[in-house]
Structures are given as C-alpha cells and as structure tokens.
C-alpha cells in the first residue's frame, strides 16, 4: 500500500512534493475557485468531446469546418410528414 503524501515537505519512494509546493503552492488556488460558473461548464464539457465557447463562435467554428459542434435536441429524431 502507497501512502499519499500530504500538502507538505513529505517524501515517498515515488513522489517528491515539494517541487510541485514550489511551482504551484496551494492546488485548490492554483486550479481555481470550484464555485465558478465557468469551472462547472469546463468540466460539463469535459465528457462530450465537444468545443466550448460562446454561439457565435461555434457557429463560425461549424461555417468553417463544415460540422455540427453545438449540441443538438437529444432523442428520436420525429417522423417526417
């Protein structure tokens, strides 16, 4: 069993902290505030593989690439008449 290191000077066989403490200092400042807006739509997109980024840039993104980017209505597709 590995031992997790803490948010200190500790030391393990695999992981040296305090270079990381160093550069970055605090991890949850340095990610940033998890309360913010953006973070949630950051990590909503995070799992469909899609760009995020307001319409108008998306609806250029799709003009030039010729592709469906923004999300579409989920489900069947209706019967057409």
Not at 14 to 31: E, I, K, Q, S, W
Request: charged share 30%; glycine share 8%.
């Amino acid at each position: 069993m590995v031992e997790r290191p803490r948010t200190s000077s500790a030391r393990t066989m695999l992981v040296r902290v305090t270079p990381a403490l160093d550069r970055y200092g605090d991890f949850a400042t340095f990610r940033g505030d998890a309360a913010d807006p953006a973070w949630h739509a950051l990590r909503r997109a995070e799992t469909t593989g899609r760009p995020l980024g307001a319409a108008d840039w998306l609806a250029d993104i799709e003009r030039r690439t010729g592709r469906t980017l923004a999300a579409q209505k989920r489900g069947p597709q209706g019967k057409a008449n």
